[in-house]
Structures are given as C-alpha cells and as structure tokens.
C-alpha cells in the first residue's frame, strides 16, 4: 500500500468534473478533477526541472489555489514541501535556503529579484493568480502523474518554527504524520461531503495548510478560498458555509462586527479556534452572539492537533479537550512522573502525530524526548479534576517563554538578540501582554547604558526591516534594570504584570 499522503487524499476526492473544490471570490470555481490534473502538470514541470523525490521545495508565495495545487504536486511526487511565512524578510529567508538546501524556491513575482540573490543555488520561479512562471512551465505538461511509492517515514513537508536560541528549527514531518493527524481529525469533526469549510487562513502554517485544507479534502468538501481575513467578507460568506476555522483574533474582529448576526452564522455547524489561547470573554461573547459554542482545540507544528474539545458535548472555555483518536497525552512533574488531575506539569505527546526530528539538528531532537519515547511540547498544564470538563486538558503557560501573537509563534530570543545589539541598549526582555485583538501583543523591555537614551520608535522602525512585521514589538520600554531571581534569571512574570496593562 502506498503511505504516499497524496494517494489518501485523491482517493477521497468526489468523481467527476461536476464537482466543485475551491469556491474563490471573483474568479471561476475549481473543481476537483482541475486540481489534480493542475497538481499533475506542476509535478511534471518540477521533475523537468530537475527535482527528485527527497528534494526540497520552498515556497513563500501569496494565498492563490495555485499554490495549493503546488503542495498536492510535491505530495505526489515524494518531493518535500516547505512553506514559509510570506512576511519573512531577507536575512531569514537566507538562512532557510541555507539550511534546507532546496532545489527549488517558489515566490512572489515582487520578491523575485531579492530570492534569486540568496537562494543558495536553487532555481527560483514566480507563482501569482496567473500562475506565474510556475504556471507557465506546467501549462505544458501532461495532465496526469503517477503518485510516487512512499513509506510512511519518508518526509512530506519540513515547517520552520523559531529557537528559544534564537536559531530556527526545521520540524520534519513524514507522510505517516500528516494522514495519521487528518484522518483522526475528519473523524472527530464529523467531516462529510456536504460541508463548505470557510478558509480564510494563510496556508503557509500547520493551522491553514494542514488542519483546515485536509479536512476537506480527506471528505471531498467545498472550500471557501479567501485570500486573506477580512471580517466584513467574512460576515458575507458565512451564510453559504457550514465550518470555519480560526484563530482567536478572527472571532474578536467578528465580533466587532455590526453585521455579524445570529442569522448570519446559523448555517455553520463548527466554529474552530486554534494557534492560540481563546480568552474566556471571547468565548462568552461568541456564544451569546451566534448561540453556537467555539470548539477549542491543541496543537503544534511538531505534532499537528493532539487535543480537541468534543463535537457533541460539553465545550468548555479555557480548556483544549481530549486526546484525539490514536494520540497519548501526559502530565508530568519535574522528575518525570505522572501528575494527578487537577496538578500543573509538563504536557507530553506521543503518538503517530509526532514529527521526525529536527532537520539537520539530532542533538536537539534528542533533547526534545524523553528516554520512554515522549515528546515534550515545552507547554504546561493539567487535567481538569471535576465537573462538566472532567478529565479535559487546560493549558496553564508556555514553558519556554514563546508568545503567541495573532495565531503565530513568536520566540524572544530571535528578538532580544538583535535589539541587544542597539548602540545603548545594555539588555534586553521581549514579553507578550494581552491584546484583545491579537491575543499577545510583542513588547519589549530595554535597560539603557548610562547616559544613553534608547530611541523606542528608532528600533521598531530598524526591526520592522530585518523581521516579519508581526515579531516586531508593538511597544518598547526602558526601565532601571530587568528583575531576576537569586539565579540571576529574568523574571518575566513580574515583567508582564508592571507592562501587561499598557499595550496599545
């Protein structure tokens, strides 16, 4: 049997050109017969273009079906997908080409000139609505390609999430990871044929090009494909969908919507909300607006999903559900033993959900499980003790200090190291703070060298062209000193609490 995550999902897909895939505003429908046979002529194109199964294929490019068709095309052809946040600037995009070595990067006409001076010998195409020059080389090709044999170890897609250390880590995640996670996801969710699934994500995270997108393949669904979240488009196309995934900046900006009405989400089954933290006042005010109760779900780029609040039952705010279908989950103290329901310890996975390791990084992959095969996620948590969400896992914090900022992982170090090398600028602490848009809101907190003054808008301004706008810290602060503990480590706590209130 082929492990090839391609041929489980065109196996779902609905016969016939009659059947429509991907409903876009503006432009015409694209039916699932379209989508394959377009994934066909890319992965034709790739290989002509001198690709082989096991080579790397990166891809920074704008949210058009055609990038979707790319990523069903390297399934297919066994090559390894690699999507990258469009919002990366130069010096991290360089240094992803330098470590995953691709053979080919795919961008945005715009960025052309800039990707080609630092693809590290990769050959670099355009894809835009058109198609692009992507586009141009596939319109030539056969319609149709044979799924490369795979083995469910063999690697489909590598997602760079940042270091504590400030150097990216390349999650490898094979075949077996993706189908596993997807098929245990349609089964919880209740997938069918009948759904339209509202997608509104960017497809270059777990959340957008996995969760979502998978789901409605795996069960020949409909997908409402909008290029970006735009609420009052959003509020329109509600009535003509049955679910909609989202992170949490998603619902508030909903709910700051006039229009947004318990008529208008009547007809949608599932509302989803993910990547981040859902607050409590969110999750009321959803409720009371629509009726409806948002399902609250956990997960990571290392793991895909690993929890789910039920789809019949009780959904409880402030908690991430149970384990889903074929995924373990454990709470543990600092000496690795199991915590008791209601005790806060460190979450740990397995399953075959679980990625591969870090690419090109073994020693780190190692320090990431435990002896008995466990991955630990870095969260900690507990399971609920009693009452309606008994034995529900509720998330307490993020052990390693990373802020979840509209949906994305930002991690400190990558920032506090550049804004350390400011002239005047001593050290350094980045915090998130609650921000009823985005969830957290990066801010920055500067001791100054004496006599110096720190110029706050100098460094978001510098900052906002060396990184992705949104790891750019909306605030920065000078104070004394950072406060530590008798072990000299900074006390972030007690920086979020003086700053917490005070985020624009």
């Given at each position: ?27 015409p ?8 046979q ?41 090559f ?51 198609g ?37 880590k ?12 997807a098929l ?90 993910g ?28 793991t ?6 039920p ?20 709470v ?25 390791g ?42 390693k ?9 930002v ?6 190291e550049r ?55 909306k ?7 950072l ?22």
């Amino acid at each position: 049997m082929n492990a090839n995550l391609y041929a489980l999902i065109e196996a779902h897909f609905p016969s016939g050109a009659e059947q429509p895939c991907l409903l876009i505003p503006g432009a015409p429908v694209v039916h699932y017969d379209e989508l394959a046979q377009a994934s066909a002529r890319i992965a034709n194109a790739l290989t002509r273009a001198g690709c082989q199964p096991g080579d790397r294929v990166a891809v920074q490019a704008d949210k058009h079906w055609h990038v979707l068709a790319l990523y069903l095309a390297c399934l297919r052809a066994g090559f390894v997908y690699l999507p990258l946040n469009t919002a990366y600037r130069r010096s991290e995009l360089a240094y992803f080409f330098a470590d995953a070595t691709p053979r080919v990067v795919v961008c945005r006409p715009q960025t052309l000139g800039t990707i080609e001076t630092i693809a590290n010998g990769a050959r670099v195409l355009t894809v835009d609505a058109h198609g692009g020059a992507l586009g141009d080389r596939a319109r030539g090709e056969a319609a149709h390609f044979a799924t490369v044999q795979s083995q469910p170890d063999d690697l489909a897609a590598i997602v760079y999430t940042s270091g504590t250390t400030g150097r990216s880590k390349g999650a490898s995640l094979t075949h077996r990871n993706l189908a596993s996670n997807a098929l245990a996801l349609v089964e919880a969710w209740a997938f069918t044929r009948g759904d339209v699934l509202l997608h509104a994500l960017p497809i270059y995270h777990v959340h957008g090009l996995f969760v979502a997108i998978h789901c409605a393949l795996l069960s020949g669904a409909r997908l409402w494909w909008l290029p970006r979240f735009d609420a009052g488009e959003v509020v329109e196309r509600l009535p003509a969908a049955t679910a909609m995934m989202g992170v949490p900046t998603f619902y508030t900006r909903l709910l700051a919507e006039p229009a947004f009405t318990r008529e208008r989400a009547r007809n949608v089954r599932l509302f989803v909300s993910g990547s981040a933290p859902l607050l409590p006042e969110t999750f009321a005010a959803f409720r009371e607006r629509t009726g409806q109760t948002i399902l609250e779900r956990y997960g990571m780029t290392e793991t895909g999903m690993i929890t789910s609040n039920p789809l019949d039952g009780v959904r409880a705010a402030g908690t991430v559900g149970r384990p889903l279908a074929g995924i373990s989950v454990r709470v543990v103290d600092d000496a690795g033993r199991v915590c008791a329901p209601g005790v806060v310890g460190g979450v740990q996975v397995r399953g075959p959900n679980v990625f591969a390791g870090y690419w090109q990084m073994p020693e780190k992959t190692r320090e990431e499980f435990t002896v008995d095969g466990w991955f630990r996620t870095g969260d900690v948590g507990e399971w609920v003790p009693e009452g309606e969400a008994k034995d529900y896992l509720r998330l307490a914090g993020r052990a390693k200090d990373m802020i979840i900022s509209g949906g994305l992982n930002v991690y400190p170090k990558e920032i506090e190291e550049r804004i350390d090398a400011f002239p005047g600028v001593v050290e350094s602490a980045v915090i998130g703070v609650p921000d009823p848009d985005f969830g957290e809101a990066v801010t920055a907190v500067v001791v100054a060298k004496p006599g110096q003054a720190i110029d706050e808008a100098a460094i978001i301004g510098t900052l906002k062209d060396e990184i992705a706008a949104f790891k750019v810290p909306k605030r920065v602060h000078v104070i004394d000193e950072l406060p530590r503990n008798a072990m000299g480590k900074v006390q972030k706590n007690l920086l979020r609490q003086r700053f917490g209130g005070t985020s624009p």
